[in-house]
């Protein structure tokens, strides 16, 4: 990840939603870090992950933290681990609060999938890539997974 990596806080607050079927807490996407660490809160749910075109709800464990491969391990590992499209959803009721922790290789260096996860049997299927968050928000904006611009 070089010797620059970041780690960034997002501390996250969902307001009650009378149109919790309407609104949602955060819009489809996948993270841009290389992993991210979630702490949610502890007695209101509300992170689901797309699964078979499914949204698919996470519990709450007190305590646990969900770990989540983001884009940029998904290109180091050259697909074998997967960036998972998420999204959050309101409550009616109640807020919620939550606090993700994204983790990302410097960003003046570049990265590409690691040479021995490619071969003639398994073809290399990311581009190299440099400061990909940037990117990255500017795909998140345009409802797109930036993801696709950086395969081969």
């Known amino acids: 990840m070089g010797e620059r990596s970041t780690m960034f806080a997002r501390f996250n ?11 949602l807490g955060l819009k489809p996407h996948a993270d841009g870090s290389a992993i ?6 502890k007695e ?18 007190p305590q646990a933290l969900v770990i989540n491969i983001g884009d940029q391990a998904e290109i180091m590992s050259n697909g074998i681990f997967k960036s998972p499209v998420h999204r959050v959803v309101t409550n009616s009721e109640r ?8 983790s990302s290789p410097d960003s003046d260096k570049e990265f590409e999938p690691i040479g021995r996860l490619f071969n003639d049997s398994r073809p ?5 890539v440099k ?3 940037d990117t990255y928000f500017q795909y998140y904006q345009q409802g797109k997974r930036p993801i696709d611009a950086v395969r081969n």
């Open 13 to 23: 607050l969902y307001p009650p939603s009378p149109r919790p079927d309407i609104v």
């Open 36 to 41: 991210t660490f979630v702490l949610q809160d």
């Open 44 to 61: 209101v749910e509300g992170l689901q992950f797309l699964k078979d075109n499914q949204w698919i709800r996470v519990p709450v464990i």
């Open 95 to 102: 807020e919620r609060i939550s606090v993700a922790v994204f």
């Open 124 to 128: 290399r299927l990311y581009k190299k």
């Open 131 to 133: 400061n990909y968050v």
